[in-house]
């Protein structure tokens, strides 16, 4: 890797570096702030360019009456397909109901029933009903309004280009924003840059979605796991040659009544799974690509025609719909499986700890232990809310620590960094590791994607990086951390030779008993993912 060498135009310090500005992150930043640290968050984007923005179902969060931690961590336990730490699931679950507290609090207001109760729904693999929502289907929109109100310091279109270490542990951030390169000199920073979405052609994630924390966690020398296991949210709103981020269909208008049915009208999931539609999502988006492979057909489709009041429950859905001309209280809507959840991450303890002293991370970059092979429907906002306030008061353990870095400091930055085309590394992803795999296909991807990096299908990137806008600089990032993440996934992949959760081997349909545990990466001397083989401990504490 080549030396580059920068200027620096600006420097700060902090004692807490928020990296991303969602429900994690906000949480994390409000608590800290609240303990007396001084907290600086960098967003990429605006204040509503969150994954939380498009959050529509709700949170899942354990109810007053005829529900229990035990119910809700059950069903979490069973959803996760064998892989979840269950001691992490009750702590995340038991904080729900203090987390959500704190949020009404900030001024947000969820739905009420005509009984004056908070109104409740059920969603995919959930035993029953508990996922609290706002706005009908704008649940995460509240929740990023509410957290948005606390004014805490942000510095929007910002990003991190690197964790700076020492001996110690985390010493800072050198970031990039309109302002040129700079350094955030602090002892801690929180990583809570959402998931890896834009990997794919289809996604539910916003363009921001670019896998940032993995790639700067990996480079700190944390550990990541888990992430074969992309969750693809199955119904997501499908028209003809749709790419990008696609408008989902929240689980919520299954749970409401809402039926899915394929091109002759037959139901998809009948003798699939027990709660049939309401089946875990990565059953239900397995049966779908099924139904589609049986039918020649790429949609399959929900019939919520029946449901009475849909556009005021569903207002954000119904939006959608019509915008592709679709009338659900009259048309059949159409879906197909999209990618949306990754449920592995930087692999840290309940409170956003990694192995590296001052890293942390928390919301949809970590893996808590709490989602496993699969995420339950709706944990996620829940994980967000309780993990971030969690990271943001442990992060007080890092005050007096060294914090200082070298203005002269070595960086090897986005000139030296593998990137492959984006374009083309969405289609080799979405054709070789979407909702079903097989070993050829992640051979031959692996193999592609060498050869992208060695040949002339790789991004090229000037030596000289400091004439550049932040924004291209920002997006040569964006496409290194997809790449190499998308190194990181294909390893695990082809690794993991089995079916378990979301992810589903055609080559290995089943579950192995030998293979229930969770499969670690750490960066090799040369800069390359490797699995972690040695037995070394994926948890840091």
């Known amino acids: 890797m080549t030396a580059v060498s920068i200027s620096i135009s600006w420097e700060t310090d902090a004692d807490l570096v928020v990296v991303g500005g969602g429900v994690a992150?906000?949480?994390?930043?409000?608590?800290?702030?609240?303990?007396?640290?001084?907290?600086?968050?960098?967003?990429?984007?605006?204040?509503?360019?969150?994954?939380?923005?498009?959050?529509?179902?709700?949170?899942?969060v354990?109810?007053?009456?005829?529900?229990?931690?035990?119910?809700?961590?059950?069903?979490?336990?069973?959803?996760?397909?064998?892989?979840?730490?269950?001691?992490?699931?009750?702590?995340?679950?038991?904080?729900?109901?203090?987390?959500?507290?704190?949020?009404?609090d900030l001024g947000a207001v969820f739905d009420f029933g005509r009984d004056g109760e908070?109104?409740?729904?059920?969603?995919?693999?959930?035993?029953?009903?508990?996922?609290?929502?706002?706005?009908?289907?704008?649940?995460?929109?509240?929740?990023?309004?509410a957290l948005n109100t606390a004014g805490l310091p942000v510095l929007f279109g910002a990003a991190a280009v690197e964790i700076v270490t020492g001996p110690d542990g985390v010493r800072g951030v050198i970031a990039v924003s309109d302002k040129g390169f700079g350094i955030v000199h602090a002892p801690a920073v929180l990583l809570a840059t959402?998931?890896?979405?834009?990997?794919?052609?289809?996604?539910?994630?916003?363009?921001?979605?670019?896998?940032?924390?993995?790639?700067?966690?990996?480079?700190?020398?944390?550990?990541?796991s888990d992430l074969e296991f992309l969750q693809f949210h199955p119904t997501v709103l499908f028209t003809p040659g749709g790419l990008g981020r696609r408008p989902l269909i929240s689980e919520a208008v299954r749970g409401e009544g809402a039926v899915l049915v394929d091109s002759q009208g037959d139901s998809v999931t009948a003798g699939v799974h027990p709660r049939g539609d309401l089946a875990p999502r990565d059953v239900v988006s397995r049966a779908i690509e099924a139904r589609m492979r049986a039918l020649g057909t790429d949609r399959v489709y929900l019939d919520a025609r029946a449901l009475d009041g849909f556009e005021q429950r569903f207002p954000t859905i119904t939006a959608s719909c019509r915008a592709a001309g679709i009338e659900p209280s009259a048309d059949l809507i159409p879906v197909a499986p999209a990618a949306?959840?990754?449920?592995?991450?930087?692999?840290?303890?309940?409170?956003?700890?990694?192995?590296?002293?001052?890293?942390?991370?928390?919301?949809?970059?970590?893996?808590?232990?709490?989602?496993?092979?699969?995420?339950?429907?709706?944990?996620?906002?829940?994980?967000?809310?309780?993990v971030g306030e969690r990271a943001g008061a442990a992060a007080v353990e890092r005050l007096g620590a060294a914090a200082r870095i070298d203005s002269g400091v070595y960086f090897g930055g986005v000139a030296a960094l593998p990137r492959a085309d984006r374009k083309l590394l969405q289609e080799l992803m979405t054709e070789n590791a979407a909702v079903v795999r097989d070993g050829d296909g992640l051979r031959g991807a692996v193999l592609r994607l060498v050869g992208m990096l060695?040949?002339?299908?790789?991004?090229?990137?000037?030596?000289?990086?400091?004439?550049?806008?932040?924004?291209?600089?920002?997006?040569?990032?964006?496409?290194s951390a997809l790449t190499l993440t998308a190194r990181t996934l294909l390893l695990t992949a082809s690794a993991r030779t089995e079916s378990r959760g979301c992810h589903t081997r055609s080559d290995y349909p089943d579950p192995r008993e030998e293979l229930r545990r969770s499969t670690a990466v750490r960066l090799g001397p040369d800069g390359r993912p490797q699995l972690v083989t040695d037995g070394s401990d994926t948890r840091p504490f």
Do not use: W
Not at 126 to 141: E, F, P, V, W
Not at 196 to 205: E, P, R, V
Not at 469 to 478: G, K, N, P, V, Y
């Open 340 to 386: 949306h959840f990754q449920c592995g991450g930087v692999v840290t303890d309940t409170y956003g700890r990694t192995i590296v002293p001052g890293l942390y991370a928390a919301g949809e970059v970590a893996r808590t232990g709490l989602n496993g092979a699969n995420r339950l429907a709706s944990n996620s906002l829940l994980e967000g809310l309780v």
């Open 454 to 479: 060695s040949g002339g299908e790789a991004d090229e990137t000037s030596e000289s990086v400091q004439g550049n806008s932040a924004a291209a600089i920002i997006q040569d990032l964006e496409d």
């Open 25 to 60: 992150g906000l949480t994390a930043a409000r608590t800290a702030s609240l303990r007396g640290l001084r907290v600086l968050t960098l967003s990429k984007g605006g204040a509503t360019d969150t994954s939380t923005q498009y959050a529509q179902g709700g949170i899942a």
């Open 62 to 104: 354990v109810a007053p009456h005829g529900d229990s931690v035990e119910s809700h961590v059950h069903d979490t336990v069973v959803a996760g397909a064998g892989l979840c730490d269950p001691e992490a699931v009750r702590c995340i679950v038991e904080g729900g109901v203090d987390a959500v507290a704190a949020l009404t």
């Open 118 to 145: 908070v109104s409740r729904t059920r969603e995919g693999g959930h035993s029953t009903r508990r996922i609290i929502h706002a706005g009908g289907d704008a649940t995460g929109a509240e929740v990023q309004r």
């Open 194 to 224: 959402g998931g890896l979405g834009q990997l794919y052609a289809c996604s539910t994630n916003p363009p921001g979605a670019t896998a940032d924390g993995i790639a700067l966690a990996l480079r700190a020398g944390a550990m990541v």
